[in-house]
């Protein structure tokens, strides 16, 4: 709880900037899933990273705890307050600060959207290609590194970040990388930032790599007579070395859901949506080598977007599959959750987790980014029923489990914020000791987004 004086001193640095209303705390305590926590006790908005640097400092004063918040667009709570704190909503931090074409880079406030930068280079021929669904703000996604759909041929937030700036809990800020396309000097101290969710320090700017603008693009859509069918495609292309831009995999209840809420004629099937970038004659040569190896798995033939049009309504559906399988149940919400498996353990994973599903009695479709074997289930609870929810929870530590037998990660793009702390033991052992000693050595006073990621602070 912010005490008088240190409300007073916030007032007085931001004024009309900082809100302590209940409709600004109750909106900056949502999340896009049923992971829950307390209201913060105030929300400023800063302009510059010296506000933010001072920030720190008044919080080290004061003993407040300071929580980042982007768009506000994350999955496992790693924005809420967990125990009061100020939220540092970096909303009117949203600059393009420069463009280097020729050394394709740019540096960005961290409160710019991924469309809108990508607005903002449409005339360079360059593009950030990171596509997470939502419209992330690029500080948010740097800090839980996300991914996407666009992750398997142009990779995660951890390739594609250069270098940031950051404010520290004691308020020194620092710059972290280069514009150069490789270091060998010390710590690398960008890769342990990115991912670091908050809480190490606040993102105040990001140099991130840009990528060409594709020559052409192909997209199609393929079913298949089963999700093992479907799936063991895509192994199989990935295996060949063919290199999609983007492969994913929809279940029958989500291609289901998909069709009613974007008014999609997909056949009722597992399905495959790929999408393929370069330069003519290679895509062509691409896309029939895809063509061939569907054809073995029995997919019924590939239906191609081929105007821009088709291809932006079919990658739209796509990314409105979530609000699409809510809408199929009127009045229920959702767990939500995402592993991510060695490819060649991706069909084990999903058969594995469909069959866990369909036993519990739950609706949970399942789709994903599988071309770098990262799938989700959207189990759908009615958020009234504690047995509902208890049974979903209790399928996503399976899932969680089942991914790390099978040699991989309890979260291949959601993060862990709240939702899957419980869980980093299990996947780190004596290691999540030592994300907790680097903690404490940035951040001794537990004041950069507690309660998340590491291990509870003596």
Same mark, same amino acid.
Request: proline share 5%; net charge negative.
């Given at each position: 709880?912010?005490t008088?004086?240190?409300?007073?001193?916030?007032?007085?640095?931001?004024?009309?900037?900082?809100?302590?209303?209940?409709?600004?705390l109750?909106?900056h305590?949502?999340?896009?899933?049923?992971?829950?926590?307390? @209201?913060?006790?105030?929300?400023?908005f800063?302009?510059?990273?010296?506000?933010?640097?001072?920030?720190?400092?008044?919080?080290?004063?004061?003993?407040?705890?300071?929580?980042?918040?982007?768009?506000?667009?994350?999955l496992e709570?790693?924005a809420?307050?967990?125990?009061?704190?100020v939220?540092?909503?970096?909303?009117?931090?949203?600059?393009?600060?420069?463009?280097?074409a020729?050394?394709?880079?740019?540096?960005?406030?961290?409160?710019?959207?991924?469309?809108?930068?990508?607005?903002a280079?449409?005339?360079?021929?360059?593009?950030?290609?990171?596509?997470?669904?939502?419209?992330a703000s690029?500080?948010?996604m740097?800090?839980?590194?996300?991914?996407?759909?666009?992750?398997?041929?142009y990779?995660?937030?951890?390739?594609n970040v250069?270098?940031?700036?950051?404010?520290?809990a004691d308020?020194?800020?620092?710059?972290?990388?280069?514009?150069?396309?490789?270091?060998?000097?010390?710590y690398d101290?960008?890769?342990?930032?990115?991912?670091?969710?908050?809480t190490?320090?606040?993102?105040?700017?990001?140099?991130?790599?840009?990528?060409?603008?594709?020559?052409a693009?192909?997209?199609a859509?393929?079913?298949?007579?089963?999700v093992?069918?479907?799936?063991d495609?895509?192994?199989?292309?990935?295996?060949?070395?063919?290199?999609p831009?983007?492969i994913?995999?929809?279940?029958?209840?989500?291609?289901?859901a998909c069709?009613?809420?974007?008014r999609?004629?997909?056949?009722?099937?597992?399905?495959?949506?790929?999408?393929f970038?370069?330069h003519?004659?290679?895509?062509?040569?691409d896309?029939?080598?895809?063509?061939?190896?569907?054809?073995?798995?029995?997919?019924?033939g @590939?239906?191609?977007?081929?105007?821009?049009?088709?291809r932006t309504?079919?990658?739209?559906?796509?990314?409105?599959?979530?609000?699409?399988?809510?809408?199929?149940?009127p009045?229920?919400?959702?767990?939500?959750?995402?592993?991510?498996?060695p490819?060649?353990?991706?069909?084990?994973?999903?058969?594995?987790t469909?069959?866990?599903?369909?036993?519990?009695?739950?609706?949970?479709?399942? @789709?994903g980014?599988v071309?770098?074997?990262?799938f989700?289930?959207?189990?759908?609870?009615?958020?009234?029923?504690a047995?509902d929810?208890?049974?979903?929870?209790?399928?996503?530590?399976?899932?969680a489990?089942?991914?790390?037998?099978?040699?991989?990660?309890?979260?291949?793009?959601?993060g862990?914020?709240?939702g899957?702390?419980?869980?980093?033991?299990?996947?780190?052992?004596?290691a999540?000791?030592?994300?907790?000693?680097?903690?404490?050595?940035?951040?001794? @006073?537990?004041?950069?987004?507690p309660?998340?990621?590491?291990?509870?602070?003596p």
């Amino acid at each position: 709880m912010l005490t008088d004086p240190a409300l007073t001193d916030l007032r007085a640095r931001f004024g009309d900037r900082m809100s302590a209303s209940p409709a600004s705390l109750a909106e900056h305590a949502q999340s896009e899933s049923l992971v829950t926590a307390g @209201l913060p006790d105030a929300v400023v908005f800063p302009h510059q990273a010296d506000e933010v640097a001072a920030l720190a400092r008044w919080s080290t004063t004061h003993r407040v705890p300071l929580i980042g918040w982007g768009a506000g667009t994350s999955l496992e709570g790693h924005a809420l307050a967990v125990s009061g704190g100020v939220v540092v909503d970096f909303r009117d931090m949203a600059a393009v600060l420069e463009v280097w074409a020729e050394d394709r880079l740019v540096r960005v406030q961290p409160g710019i959207t991924r469309e809108a930068l990508n607005h903002a280079l449409r005339t360079t021929g360059l593009m950030f290609p990171v596509d997470p669904g939502a419209n992330a703000s690029l500080g948010g996604m740097a800090a839980t590194r996300a991914s996407g759909t666009t992750a398997v041929r142009y990779g995660t937030m951890r390739d594609n970040v250069r270098g940031l700036e950051v404010v520290l809990a004691d308020g020194r800020v620092i710059r972290t990388g280069t514009g150069a396309p490789k270091s060998a000097a010390g710590y690398d101290l960008t890769a342990l930032l990115v991912g670091s969710e908050g809480t190490l320090g606040l993102i105040t700017d990001l140099t991130l790599r840009l990528h060409g603008q594709p020559e052409a693009v192909m997209t199609a859509v393929a079913a298949f007579p089963s999700v093992r069918a479907a799936v063991d495609c895509v192994i199989a292309t990935m295996q060949m070395g063919l290199q999609p831009a983007r492969i994913e995999f929809l279940d029958e209840d989500t291609v289901a859901a998909c069709n009613a809420y974007s008014r999609l004629t997909l056949p009722p099937a597992p399905q495959l949506l790929v999408e393929f970038h370069g330069h003519s004659a290679g895509l062509a040569e691409d896309v029939a080598r895809f063509r061939d190896l569907a054809a073995e798995f029995g997919a019924d033939g @590939l239906d191609w977007a081929d105007k821009p049009e088709d291809r932006t309504r079919l990658w739209a559906a796509r990314h409105a599959a979530y609000r699409a399988i809510l809408a199929s149940r009127p009045g229920a919400k959702a767990v939500v959750t995402d592993v991510c498996v060695p490819i060649s353990a991706l069909a084990a994973a999903v058969e594995e987790t469909r069959a866990d599903i369909a036993a519990s009695g739950l609706s949970g479709p399942i @789709l994903g980014h599988v071309g770098d074997g990262n799938f989700h289930a959207i189990l759908l609870v009615d958020p009234t029923d504690a047995g509902d929810i208890s049974t979903a929870k209790a399928l996503a530590h399976r899932m969680a489990e089942r991914s790390l037998r099978l040699g991989g990660t309890i979260t291949g793009e959601h993060g862990i914020g709240l939702g899957k702390r419980g869980m980093m033991a299990a996947e780190h052992g004596a290691a999540w000791a030592v994300m907790g000693a680097l903690k404490r050595a940035l951040d001794p @006073l537990k004041l950069m987004n507690p309660g998340k990621l590491v291990p509870d602070q003596p």
